[in-house]
């Protein structure tokens, strides 16, 4: 089975997505995706240049970056499933409405053609506030499928929501299955 695996950049969350990552590469063969920003931005979570080579050391090869790479996912079938994480307020945005004009949003609207499941684990400020409008769109449609998430720091960031990753294994097999794991909500 191959899956894709599209990172956006909610840097901060590396640390516990990228272990998930490595699970699910002993157990799939995984084609890593990473939006545009992250190969080319230096954040206090690390340099560019290192996480592009843990990505490759994990998945065994370079991820993909660009809407040509990842725009034959759909007419050829690659994916059994496309794990977007971390999946960021923008991203939802692009996702929700359509736009497919970056790697992570095309890999996606490329892979749906085939009515294969997109698995998405949220990690933005805004998902009680702007972002949610988007959540609820991609709740109600099909194929999409969420990892399990919940207020991460609510007394500071009263709005902010961030996906359980250690959850993506088992959402991942509900979704290959057509189903929602449950409880979504944390």
């Known amino acids: 089975m191959t899956i894709g695996f599209a990172l956006t950049g909610s840097f901060c969350t ?7 990552l490595e699970q699910l590469a002993q157990q799939y063969d995984v084609i890593p995706i990473v939006s545009e920003i992250i190969p080319v931005t230096d954040t206090r979570f690390g340099t560019a240049q290192s996480h592009i080579q843990r990505i490759t050391d994990i998945c065994g090869r370079a991820p ?3 809407v040509p790479q990842v725009e034959p996912f759909g007419p050829k079938k690659i994916l059994d499933a496309l794990v977007i994480a971390p999946c960021t307020g923008n991203t939802l945005a692009k996702l929700s409405h ?8 095309m890999a996606a609207k490329s892979h749906l053609r085939n009515g294969r499941p997109v698995l998405v684990a949220v990690s933005t400020n805004d998902g009680l506030a702007a972002a949610a409008e988007n959540i609820g769109r991609l709740l109600n449609r099909k194929h999409y499928y969420f990892v399990p998430f919940g207020q991460d720091a609510p007394e500071g960031k ?17 979704a290959l299955q057509e189903q929602q794991i449950q409880p979504l909500l944390l």
């Open 64 to 66: 993909l970056t660009s």
């Open 14 to 20: 590396f640390s516990k997505v990228l272990p998930v």
């Open 158 to 174: 009263p709005t902010s929501l961030v996906a359980d990753f250690s959850k993506i294994p088992a959402a991942l097999e509900c």
């Open 98 to 105: 359509g736009i497919a004009d970056t790697s992570v949003s």
